[in-house]
Structure formats: structure tokens, C-alpha cells
């Protein structure tokens, strides 16, 4: 059928959009004849995970969320072949809304599908790939809730071009700096663009700060997670400051992560990873969707910290995750199973349900394809019946005792895991799995061949 016929518009392929996009239009276009939006963006992600967009008028904007908005997708990064040039944006207008420090002049933004010239998913989509993943999900009989908690610096651009931390605070202080102002002017724009918040907090390092979302079902929370980072970089970007969501931009301090809190839901709303008579109050489930998580985590960090610079904030210290393996509390560990019946808000209004926190993701990845390749990770271990190893006993300094097994240490390392794991291969889809690759082992190469301003000071006049 041709993506332009006014049917097509009412059968959503993707899951992740159904039932949604005939019922928000009337609501979407009401923002327009009133005068509200002048101008919409039509948002989307490339593999790297960048927030790429084109930018519609008043008169063009009923025809695009009618309709859809064709664009040019042979320079796609990680996307379309040179024999794929044509692909069409397709609005998904539960995420539209206003932007709020675009108004009076009146802007709005809405997150897209990618679709082919058919109608069908593009499976170079990073949205596509997550629904996917939704779906072999929706076959075993579960649903993934995810709560992401997402960390960041704000720098101050100096006049001589260095960057200083826009504020001297430490962890949960209650300063009144600029950068923590910043951070609560973000919150507030969230919430005016039906962003969900949790709580919000200064982090362990100067100039860095959290924001924390609420569990909802992954794809929405995919959605949040962009969202969060498109308005951060727009209102620092207009107060002044330099945000960034490198994983370690300052050396001898704590760098950024994105915790994805995770909880699968079965049909009917129960909480699959709940049991009370289990000590650590895990069922066989979850047990199996953590090992699954483990077994694959090697190959995973290549989506999951996928830059170089990510392997400079895994490792020994500030609490980052170095070890394959699970505990309640050790931070060596790559998942954390908080403790059960601690309060909080949970998808049925019963309370904070079982999570299993895994802790080596940072916000430099696309959060599509991040909770992608967790959740088929998790679902090849129910599969596999597999079940998780004891958990990590907490060490003061040190690596636990024992054999243990330890995540990549570089980029090229993760990599070359990446190259032979069918799981996330086949999560991933061959041609993201391909491009991705053969990306980020063109970023490694670059990298290993530059020689560094420590390089030079520490050998230049070595004997």
C-alpha cells in the first residue's frame, strides 16, 4: 500500500506507536490553528544514538502527521544504503508536545518512526530495533518496564577556552549554583513537555547531575531518555553553559552511567521477578533473565558504553561497575538487585517492585538499541532456563574474591565480543549489528593511532 494513503495512517507496523497516532492528531492540530506552533521538528535517532530532525511549517505540519514526511536517508549514519534513499519519517504523536523555551515564537517536537517507501519498518531503525525486541517479548507472555537514571556535567566555557564544572557541589547537596538552578529549569520544561520526573540531584562530581525517571514501559522510556537529553542540551546551551554526556570527561572523578532499572510485567500486570520466599526475593525468572544479562555482557558493552571514552569510566573506582556479576551491594558489579519492599511507584500503584539495576550503560549510547540488546540478553537466558551465579560479596578495596569474570576493558575489546555474539547480533538486526560495528571499530583504529598530550609530556625528553 503506498504510505501516502490516509488508511495506511491507522495501521501502525511498529508496536510500539498502535493505537495511538489517529487518536492524537485532532489534539496535535489544535496546537497549530491555535497559534501555539509555528514550526514542528520531526525528531528521530541515528545508530550513534544523535537526535537528527527535520523542521516542518504550520502549512506542511496536518499533511506530515497525516501523512508522514518523506526525507533523504543515503547519508543516515549507521542507516540506509546508497540503494535506500527514500524513507519516510512517521510521526509518533504520543511524544508530541510544545517546546516550552521555544514559545511564544512557537515550536513543537514529535519523535519518529522510520519507515520504508512500503510503509514497513525501516530495520535500520534504532525505534524499529526496540520494538522488536518488544515483541519477542510479547511472545514469551512478558512486558519490560524500565526507570533509567541518567547522569551529566555542566562545564562553563571559559574566556582563555578551558571548560570548569559549573558548579563546586557534592553529592545530594542542596547548592544554589548556577548549574544546579540549570538543572531544576530543565526539570520544570520536562514536565511541560509530559516528561515524567522522579527526582533530580547533584551527583558525586562537581558540575555533574542526575536525572531520574520513573519505571514505565521501555519503548516510552527509550523516548523519556531522548527527551531528557535534548531538552538538557538546549537549556544549558541557552543559560550559558556547556552540558555533556561524555561517560568520564575529568579525570580523578566519578564519570556519567545510565542506570536502566529493569522489571518484566506478565500479561495480567505481575511483577514476573517477585519471590517472597527467595532470599534475595528473585523468582526463577529473574534469576534467568540476569544471567542472561551476564552471559552476553562482554558483547553488550559495544552498544551499551559504546565510545572510546567509555572505558575510562568502567573500571576499579568511583563506584563504576567492573565485574560481571550481580549483588544488592557491592559497586563492582554490573547489576544491582536493590532489596525488596523498599517504597516507591511501581506500573500497578502496589509499590516498588523487584529491579534488576544494571549499572555499565552510559548516556553516550542510543538508549533504543541499549535496552534493545538488554532485554534479548535477559529473554536468551529465560530462554536458556539459565540461572545467575551467587552474588558479589561487597569489598571495601579491591576486586572481590574468587574467579571472577570482568568486563571489556577497551572499546576493541568489546568489539571483538560484538563480532561473534549471535544473540545481540540477531537483537540488533545484521545491518545494524554490521554498521555499528564496522563504525566503532573505524572510531578504535583512529583512536589507537593519535598520540596524546600525556604521551608527549611523559616521554618527549625520556632517556
Excluded at 530495520?123 to 537514571?149: N, Y
Excluded at 526539570?187 to 555533574?208: F, T, W
Excluded at 506478565?266 to 544471567?291: H, N, Q
Excluded at 576493541?412 to 549489528?433: C, I, K, M
Amino acid at each position: 500500500m503506498d504510505a501516502r494513503d490516509p488508511g495506511h495512517s491507522s495501521v501502525p507496523n511498529n508496536p510500539s506507536t498502535a493505537n495511538v497516532q489517529s487518536a492524537t492528531v485532532a489534539e496535535a492540530l489544535s496546537d497549530v490553528t491555535s497559534g501555539r506552533c509555528q514550526f514542528v521538528e520531526l525528531q528521530f535517532t541515528d545508530v550513534s544514538g544523535a537526535l537528527k530532525g527535520v523542521v516542518v511549517p504550520s502549512s506542511q505540519i496536518a499533511d506530515a502527521l497525516t501523512y508522514g514526511h518523506w526525507f533523504d536517508g543515503s547519508s543516515l549514519e549507521g542507516g540506509a544504503r546508497t540503494t535506500e534513499t527514500d524513507l519516510l519519517l512517521w510521526p509518533d504523536l504520543r511524544t508530541w508536545s510544545l517546546v516550552p523555551w521555544v514559545q511564544p515564537e512557537g515550536m513543537a517536537r514529535v519523535l519518529c518512526d522510520i519507515r520504508t517507501p512500503d510503509g514497513d519498518p525501516f530495520p535500520a531503525d534504532p525505534r524499529a530495533v526496540l520494538a522488536r525486541a518488544i515483541a519477542d517479548a510479547g511472545d514469551l507472555g512478558f512486558e519490560l518496564f524500565v526507570a533509567p537514571e541518567l547522569e551529566f556535567f555542566l562545564f562553563q566555557s571559559m574566556s582563555d577556552g578551558r571548560r570548569l564544572p559549573a558548579d563546586r557541589a557534592g553529592y545530594f547537596d542542596l547548592a544554589s549554583d548556577t548549574g544546579v538552578r540549570v538543572r531544576e529549569e530543565i526539570v520544570r520544561y520536562l514536565n511541560a513537555m509530559n516528561v515524567s520526573v522522579d527526582a533530580s540531584h547533584h551527583e558525586i562530581a562537581p558540575g555533574q547531575h542526575e536525572i531520574d525517571l520513573p519505571l514505565m514501559p521501555a519503548a516510552l522510556a527509550a523516548d523519556a531518555i531522548v527527551a531528557v537529553k535534548y531538552a538538557v542540551k538546549a537549556v544549558a546551551r541557552r543559560r550559558g553553559l556547556a552540558p555533556t554526556f561524555m561517560p568520564k570527561p575529568l579525570a580523578g572523578v566519578a564519570g556519567s552511567g545510565l542506570h536502566l532499572h529493569q522489571t518484566l510485567r506478565s500479561s495480567d500486570g505481575a511483577d514476573v521477578f517477585w519471590d517472597p520466599i527467595d532470599e534475595y526475593g528473585l523468582s526463577a525468572t529473574a534469576r534467568a533473565y540476569i544471567a542472561g544479562q551476564l552471559s552476553h555482557a562482554r558483547a553488550a558493552c559495544a552498544v551499551l558504553a559504546p565510545q572510546v571514552n567509555s572505558y575510562k569510566r568502567l573500571g576499579r573506582g568511583f563506584d563504576a561497575p567492573s565485574v560481571i556479576g550481580w549483588s544488592q551491594r557491592a559497586s563492582q558489579a554490573m547489576i544491582r538487585v536493590p532489596r525488596p519492599g523498599l517504597p516507591g511507584r511501581s506500573p500497578d500503584g502496589r509499590g516498588r517492585p523487584i529491579r534488576v539495576e544494571l549499572r555499565c550503560a552510559d548516556p553516550s549510547c542510543n538508549p533504543y538499541l541499549a535496552i534493545a540488546v538488554a532485554l534479548g540478553a535477559g529473554l536468551d537466558g529465560i530462554r536458556q532456563g539459565l540461572s545467575a551465579p551467587e552474588p558479589v560479596g561487597v569489598v571495601e578495596h579491591g576486586m572481590p574474591a574468587g574467579n571472577v569474570d570482568m568486563l571489556p576493558v577497551s572499546l576493541g575489546e568489546a568489539l571483538t565480543e560484538l563480532a561473534w555474539d549471535g544473540v545481540v547480533r540477531d537483537t540488533l538486526g545484521s545491518q545494524v549489528h554490521d554498521r555499528l560495528l564496522t563504525a566503532s571499530e573505524q572510531e578504535w583504529q583512529t583512536y589507537k593511532s593519535q598520540v596524546t598530550e600525556w604521551e608527549f609530556g611523559r616521554a618527549f625528553d625520556a632517556s
